[in-house]
């Protein structure tokens, strides 16, 4: 019976390198309930703050809620929720009216909801929205 080759020292030890690196990597981009640690989006109304915070053609990020809050240059409010659509990583950056999501870059636009940059390919998950005595409401229920 001829004997099996064994692997090399160098070779073992390389494998043994990358495989948590390679775990990593993959824990990464898990979406949520896959291992992934994104926060949910409202399940229920929330009083994110004064309507006047949001001006007309400008967004706000409320990250406390996983929500942006935007005003389009007639007035109308809309809202997203800020779990990214590739990964399921909360997006804690607004520039502009622009989100960007730290995990792998992907960019939306915060007025429509719409992906500026993959490697996000859905919109973000719209939410309904509205104003109450000057306070803006945003969630299922809204």
């Known amino acids: ?18 495989a948590p690196a390679a775990g990593l990597g993959l824990a990464a981009c898990a979406g949520p309930g896959q291992g992934g640690s ?10 994110l703050g004064a309507e006047s915070e949001v ?3 400008g967004a706000k990020l409320y990250r406390d809620h996983n929500v942006v809050v935007s ?4 007035g109308a409010l809309k809202a997203y929720s800020t779990i990214c659509t590739h ?3 909360p997006i804690n950056k607004l520039q502009g009216t622009t989100l960007i999501c730290p995990c792998h870059g992907s960019q939306f636009d915060a007025v429509t909801g719409k992906v500026v ?7 973000l998950a719209e939410l309904p929205v509205k104003t109450t005595n000057g ?8």
């Open 71 to 74: 005003r389009d240059r007639n």
């Open 87 to 89: 990964a399921g990583c």
């Open 55 to 57: 001006s007309k053609g």
């Open 135 to 142: 306070r803006i409401i945003a969630g299922p229920g809204a």
């Open 1 to 18: 019976m001829p004997a099996r080759p064994s692997a090399r020292r160098r070779t073992v030890l390389r494998g043994a390198a990358v």
């Open 117 to 123: 940059q993959s490697p996000a390919t859905e919109p």
């Open 38 to 47: 994104a926060a949910a989006t409202p399940t229920a109304p929330v009083d």
